[in-house]
């Protein structure tokens, strides 16, 4: 991980706060829960809501205590190979798919291992308020408690949703179903650009894979002014959109007769309603479209007669645009309706996740660095796209214009959207 | 299920006593077990405990309050699906494999159920003491309620074997190594035989697959006065049992090589350890093996040069024997060595099911009964081996000698162990 | 292979003779294939005819050659595992789902290896044609080869139902479509039976699984006295046979949704046409039905009310009845509708073999020969049932009463019928 | 597929004659083998020799005969849906993996179909020799009949290595083994760079994924001067390369592990020969190391310090060369070592394919053709790398610097190695 710490001095709050609040928003974000629900695996990418208490808290051991506090001692020295998610070079990696056999500890301990945790990192960031690597490991570990607080709401959904109880996260009412917005595109010039997160003096946080800020060559194009929605969407499913090869890719269309698609992964069969965070809900017209995978999003917008922008335009499109929009702090837990009209792009940020074409590549001159914080990204640039803009399930500090997320192609049970290009 | 109640006159104990005892019973082997235990599914031929809690309420309410209660109202409908087990003609059933994604409902909600339905059938039972056909819906649910209890030991034995931590479910002292005895055999003559339960006015119960008692030949044999130990299994296991095809049958032999065989179920790589319901234990060389595949039991006999017993030979050689020995009411939750020097057999009853070689089968003139009840047993009759005897967590009063326990050749959860024959 | 010769001495013919005639006769059978039907392999179970002549050839080449030649020198010693189907005592055995991939050594070559074993067996029997012992392996090698004769044919007919093209092993007209035959049974009285191939001097052969000739009881029984048609079985289809959980074994059921059967293998979707060796053919209303699984078999049985016979019961039926029908000598290549009214039981050698509910198992005191031709019979004796009578693809001179065949209860694609009892 | 006919006029040869030329190719290439060698298929990603023969036949009738010729009657229409490899627009393809099922038509079938088909076409050239939209077609014919040339190679090579006799494709002596050429890198500037196949007046032939011609910024880069030698890649065998994750992708690791890989897929388990066209050889130390995936190749660089180049900065390397090198008509069948020492990048074509770090994508304004011979490439831009160069086993006149050749990551049995740049 060659995260870089950007803005540092600009920020007006102490690590020991932020570090506070990121770890108390997790537990927050899980208090509507039963206990129950805190042990489920409903498959294998996804993880129980313990195990996720369990391994951010592992990581800050790792990468934080282990490394900066002196004679630091573990609570059980077992858990470093139960919590460990992917670090191979940390030793042999507990099982992903098993993660809901470990029962023990319990969820009683995980907390009590998570409150440890705690205590040494407050401690610890207290005391050495000035120590700027201190400080750069702490906010990579914010980072990724935040990531892992989106994995929190997207595999408690996916589980309620194979419960033929289909219980509910939260129960109050849904968002407002807005107004339809026509669908307009804004034109963008080409030229040489410059992509990824810029490396200023104290500036801000940014994983590995946004480096190095560097040239791309971009051609014109034009980007649409909102996501695409469940009405436009729908469309392409009542004409036939899973029945007609020509729309797909060939490992998409493939994956359509292996996995009997024939609407996004929440629809109800009657293509009226949707499972959301709050139970069924009837399908907002207005809405955008969610819970597509790659393929789905390629496809229709092969049927639309465009295309999904590349990253680089995305980042393009989005240079100068503030982080605000229908995230994580917002409450809604689904994605909701344009707000505006206009040709300019609304939604960036938020709501939905933006299937982009670009393949999770290195930008030149990336280098994973060495050790476990090595394995962060990199490995994973094979066989998945790039997804900018976050989604309503994001925290807002977490997201910014030159983030990469990245999933495979298949997979359905993230956020997910569509907005076109062309 | 055809089930016979034979000595229901005879039965000293008011039925609603029965009921108390064993409903309690299996509350009271779940007692040991952490909260987050109840959700665990560890393979798809295990359940949570949670799911045993309910299921076994379900069938009473199924069975007994649905048919003689009137008016009986469910706490909540959709359970009749979640928790039907494998009743086809009651509808569709939910997805053994998936029950651990249940996290609704609540444990606390399943023990609500769980209460609801004792207080209707404690109810309807003191009410209707005398009320054959209720009485004997109620005792085949009490015996199904047995299986259960021993299912709960096994299912989550395997869960804790698979947790690198090895959680104990006792965590007392393990029982004592007791003395190594000689392999001695006994003769029984052939001839035309009496197998299966005897109808006669008010006399006990049985399960429709022990009906009817009939005739069949048996040819002289000799049966072992123990089951075969552990110091013999390893004997084979280290003379290279596992790596030569000639002491095998064809489907085990492909069993050893797709899933890596080398060893008992629970023994430890160094083969001098084995996990228990205590946690690891070391191995008592005294002790009876367990948790085998029939494909093992079997290529066991084979190197021995002798054989399993058929079930007929076992029940012939059973008869008269009282009902003694390491059951569940000991509470050892382990299998242990043979009590007495001499050729009489012993350990008939209790430490582990012992597998014949004969396919679960129907008795001449057996038919399952009509309705979803018919389902019980029948229905299984293919593809499975014959196993007597009960083990260390089968309840005293649930087996006899013409009991029919059945498994797939290649499962090794059960507590399942060897008797030879010749 | 604890086989026996039990007739040798009635034999009229000289054992080189039988030899000369029962190798030609498989040449015969293949002739009417085109050189590319040699090498198809049509799924795991199924072998390349090309294979089936090496097989065959390796055989004698093993068990004859090596025995009772002196000096003999193999052909090419690498034919030595890539002719091996299953007996591991020999040495690593070339994966069965893979002999596809042998286009080396060649048809040409394969007719070269049959023709030097063909050679050598030829002169060996000539020269020591009072050689009892080698009398018996060169039988064994005969009977084996015989049964290679009908796997060549329910191989070649499987793989010519995959090709869109559906060609025909031979085009000439089919069968008559003959009579309808009233169903009626005939009672068989109960009591101790002999049952097995008899130990006598010099009479016969039988393979090992026949023996030994023991007791066992039968109660009465009643035997229909022909196969199940297809019109009677297209009544079970029609009223929703195969979506009525209900009718089937769990297993089947199982195997009926995962598999999506919902009719014979060799039906058309239309439900008035079949696959047969000559090609597509209308349903003969009053010929047999066949290609069932053992599951559709005893469906059909328990949807009629009755059920299959156990092989006892069978064999018990078959005393005294010579090996007449509808067999190989016949060259129909498809059951035939019974040829007579009446009580009496018809069919019961040639048209289809008839699925018994009993699970292949060992008589007492079988035990299996030592060395690689114990591995012939004994090592299947585990999730497998026992077929009785032959089919239209079985030599006459291969087949008789005690003959016991088995495969596992999904195998539908041998010619295999349905015979009640009740 | 918008492929371009660049050079058309610049042609000195008539259409007619280049198609028998390249016709007849494929035949000369097919005549080493043996009857039986034309019907196997040894994987489900490779196709029978004979389905090859009629597949390339088919593609003239769809796309030249159908569309040019009136009047035009196909020889067997059933042939339509057998030989259509992937054109869903074309209605139902026959199933790729079951391909080797079909025996008939047989192999002197499929050559009368070939000869039809040519006939046909070379009637319809001759006449239209000035016909430049059926000159065009038949452009096309030939160049996919050319990609069909390697994989006759490739698939049976696949085909005689899992055959335990391990057959030569052609008998005669191997190539020389060279010498050892020092590892140098050649130094190339950035910028703005024109990537992709002109599109001028007459000139030339490119595929559709080649197009347009596209500006992209292009960092400073080097490129080494020949291909990855066996001996440097034993090097990373020796040195754990297959056992430590840190080398890998994550699903490059998992295919390890999954797969059980510890070496190329041709290589001997004793780690000096290499199964080849001519047979076992020994391994040359100083010939290219070939048929790696995509995953070993990018260990391999990442073990080394090095990187793989991406196909922009391979096309700029490869600017203004000219396409000579080990080419399918040296008739070596196998990657020699560099002929030459020095800094200039040598086998840039021919040897082995080389894996680009570049997912296989559309260049901006990329758009799929309609109609079937749109799914010609632009269905598969997804979970595929881009290769470059051209094998040993590519025609001389069918591989370009534009040329894109696409693969998963994880395929192996094709040509394909690598060439490392910094």
Not at 135 to 153: C, F, M, R
Not at 254 to 282: H, I, K
Not at 286 to 304: I, K, M, Q, T
Not at 372 to 387: D, I, R, S, T
Request: contains cysteine; negative net charge.
């Amino acid at each position: 991980m060659q995260h870089a710490l950007l803005q540092q001095a600009a920020r007006s709050e102490p690590m020991v706060d932020v570090f506070r609040n990121v770890r108390g928003k997790t537990l927050s974000l899980s208090a509507p829960l039963e206990l129950d629900d805190y042990a489920v695996q409903s498959m294998s990418d996804a993880s129980p809501i313990k195990w996720h208490l369990a391994h951010t808290s592992w990581f800050f051991e790792q990468f934080v205590l282990k490394k900066y506090l002196a004679d630091y001692r573990p609570l059980d020295v077992r858990y470093e190979r139960l919590f460990n998610s992917y670090y191979q070079t940390l030793g042999a990696v507990y099982a992903h798919e098993a993660r809901h056999l470990l029962t023990r500890p319990t969820l009683t301990e995980v907390m009590r291992y998570r409150h440890y945790v705690d205590e040494h990192v407050d401690k610890l960031l207290t005391a050495q308020s000035d120590n700027g690597l201190l400080n750069d490991a702490a906010t990579l570990g914010v980072h990724h408690e935040q990531q892992h607080q989106e994995l929190i709401l997207t595999d408690i959904k996916h589980a309620f949703s194979r419960n033929p109880l289909l219980p509910a996260y939260r129960s109050e009412e849904l968002l407002q179903p807005g107004l339809s917005r026509e669908l307009k595109f804004t034109q963008f010039s080409g030229g040489v650009k410059m992509i990824g997160a810029e490396l200023a003096d104290g500036v801000g946080f940014a994983f590995d894979n946004e480096l190095p800020r560097h040239r791309v060559w971009v051609e014109p194009f034009a980007l649409a002014n909102r996501l695409v929605t469940n009405a436009e969407y729908l469309a392409f499913v009542r004409t036939g959109g899973y029945r007609r090869p020509e729309h797909w890719l060939s490992d998409g269309w493939d994956a359509v007769n292996r996995e009997g698609w024939d609407r996004p992964l929440y629809w109800s069969e009657s293509l009226d309603s949707e499972f959301t965070l709050r139970g069924m809900a009837s399908l907002n017209m207005n809405g955008p479209v969610c819970h597509l995978s790659y393929y789905e999003a390629d496809a229709f917008a092969r049927w639309a007669g465009m295309r999904l922008p590349t990253e680089s335009e995305w980042e393009v499109a989005t240079e100068n645009i503030s982080v605000t929009g229908n995230l994580l702090e917002e409450e809604n837990f689904h994605p909701a309706p344009a707000a505006a009209e206009g040709v300019v792009p609304r939604q960036l940020f938020g709501d939905a996740w933006e299937w982009t074409s670009s393949a999770y590549a290195a930008y030149p001159g990336y280098a994973a660095g060495s050790g476990a914080l090595g394995e962060y990204n990199g490995k994973f640039m094979c066989n998945q796209f790039v997804l900018r803009g976050g989604s309503c399930l994001t925290p807002r500090d977490h997201v910014r214009a030159t983030y990469r997320n990245f999933f495979r192609p298949e997979a359905r049970w993230q956020c997910t959207g569509i907005r076109l290009a062309r």
